[in-house]
């Protein structure tokens, strides 16, 4: 242990005090007075009862505490200390729970501490913020717990879980988080399909018996798990070649890989059990199926499967569906196309004989009608009878009057031509109800209303609305000059009080220099 030296006067000869500090001998400066101690004091309080003396300082903690203070009112921790304090306390329970390490529970309170730090719990349940950054250490770790184990043990929405931990990734900036490889997942749900192949015994002297059958007992005969899990490992490795889990739940690809190596096996597993293994909808197990059984790989046997390695790649499931749809597209308008065409020869065809045969008939009848007309006797003598033309005379000129009131250069012919007879006015009038038969409507309807309000002693008086009529030149009491006008205009709009008005008579009478 090293000396301890005044720094005064460099002496070493040093005695601690009573009150706890350490001062130097030879001078008698006080070397230091902060001393921490590690021992238990206990003390009494004004009532008599005990108390531990001193004050505690825990790992992370930014202050000291009584001994005794903990989170109760005699404590001294701050608000930020006891939400950090209780997160850390949450997380691991979810840990322990969920059969997590000890360091995946410690990532996951370092992330939490930076949450704390840029105030995202702020305003959001602390589950949900323990569950997405207990996932993020999952994820980082690659461990096989999906956010629907976390959805499950807090009895809440997977959905908001998982809108919390995107909204967490984007605020904290988290960008080492890797994909997720669905081969992860194919040991979790093989276990618990339990690929195992049992018989049953009878049950000797001193031997525990089965419940279902009290006389046998389960004797394990072949274990397939191991085998069924490379069958479904491999099958994931050529659906990623194949372009089937890019942009697909794990879960889902896991599945149907499980299901396909059962088969393999001679297991007979449902859909419903991998759906209750793998927590996806059935039918996303079937889409994934559907998608290998068009690869190259699902049109094998089960041995070729296991002897052949196929280094082609099949395109992606979206290229090809778009792909067929572009064809089909293709094809229907080239059928459309062919018919168009079809339609349009077969009418120019039978537009062009009717229009020949038409033609050779209008020929026929012309010919026909003219030697008719040559041989008539009839027509001969009124052509000899027809006079020479005479040029017409020219109908005498209407002299137009402007005046709109003065009416004599209208005839009476044309003014009857103006006037309806009666049928005339009866088929206008009909039309003219027919057409405004609502509005009449509304018109008999406002008139019963009012003819029983004035039975019952209810008169309205009918609003009055002003109306401008617009001024001309032939309008009386105009203004005379532009003052007038405006002193006009500001009156009767009556835009202030404080306007002096009798100042808008000198507004226009500027002297010309």
Excluded at 25 to 37: A, L, Y
Excluded at 134 to 163: E, K, N, P, W
Excluded at 187 to 208: I, N, S, T, W
Excluded at 255 to 278: F, T
Aim: proline residues 4%.
């Amino acid at each position: 242990m090293p000396v301890r030296v005044c720094p005064h006067c460099k002496g070493t000869t040093l005695e601690e005090t009573g009150t706890g500090e350490v001062a130097c001998t030879s001078c008698g400066n006080v070397v230091d007075d902060t001393s921490i101690v590690a021992e238990v004091t206990f003390g009494e309080t004004s009532s008599g009862a005990a108390m531990v003396q001193g004050m505690y300082i825990g790992e992370g903690q930014s202050g000291a505490r009584n001994m005794g203070g903990g989170l109760r009112k005699n404590g001294s921790w701050e608000s930020r200390e006891q939400t950090l304090a209780n997160g850390r306390r949450r997380i691991m329970n979810l840990a322990n729970f969920l059969s997590l390490p000890e360091f995946v529970g410690d990532a996951a309170n370092r992330w939490f501490q930076l949450a704390v730090t840029q105030n995202f719990v702020q305003g959001r349940r602390s589950q949900y913020v323990v569950a997405a950054c207990l996932y993020v250490a999952c994820r980082q770790q690659q461990t096989t717990h999906m956010l629907i184990d976390f959805a499950d043990i807090l009895q809440v929405s997977v959905f908001a879980i998982g809108a919390t931990y995107l909204k967490l990734v984007k605020v904290l900036q988290i960008k080492n988080i890797p994909l997720i490889d669905p081969s992860i997942y194919i040991q979790r749900f093989a276990v618990k399909l339990d690929f195992k192949l049992y018989k049953l015994v009878p049950v000797k002297e001193g031997e525990e018996s089965d419940d279902e059958h009290p006389k046998e007992k389960k004797v394990l005969v072949r274990d397939d798990t191991r085998k069924v899990m490379n069958d479904a490992v491999r099958l994931v490795q050529r659906m990623g070649k194949d372009w089937l889990h890019q942009g697909r739940r794990p879960a889902g690809v896991a599945g149907a890989c499980l299901l396909v190596a059962a088969r393999m096996n001679n297991y007979r597993r449902s859909r419903a059990e991998i759906v209750h293994v793998a927590k996806v909808a059935e039918d996303t197990i079937q889409r994934r199926l559907d998608e290998f059984r068009l690869t190259a790989a699902g049109s094998l046997t089960v041995q070729q499967f296991r002897g052949t390695n196929i280094e082609t790649e099949a395109d992606p499931p979206s290229f090809t569906k778009h792909r067929k749809r572009e064809l089909q597209e293709q094809r229907e308008r080239e059928q459309r196309l062919r018919t168009l065409d079809a339609d349009s020869d077969e009418d120019d065809n039978g537009v062009k004989e009717k229009a020949t045969d038409d033609e050779a008939d209008e020929v026929e009848d012309v010919g026909r009608d003219i030697d008719a007309a040559l041989e008539d006797s009839n027509l001969k003598q009124v052509a000899i009878s027809i006079p020479e033309p005479v040029e017409p005379t020219p109908a005498p000129t209407r002299i137009i009057d402007d005046d709109p009131e003065n009416l004599s250069d209208v005839d009476d012919d044309e003014i009857s031509n103006f006037i309806l007879n009666e049928e005339e006015v009866d088929v206008k009038s009909h039309v003219w109800h027919t057409l405004n038969a609502e509005y009449l409507r509304e018109q008999e309807l406002k008139a019963q209303k009012i003819a029983e309000d004035a039975k019952n002693g209810i008169v309205r008086q009918p609003r009055k609305r002003k109306r401008n009529k617009p001024k001309d030149s032939t309008s009386e009491n105009l203004p005379e000059t532009p003052a007038e006008s405006a002193k006009a205009m500001l009156v009767k709009k009556v835009l202030s009080k404080k306007i002096n008005y009798a100042a808008m008579d000198h507004l226009f009478n500027k002297t010309r220099k």
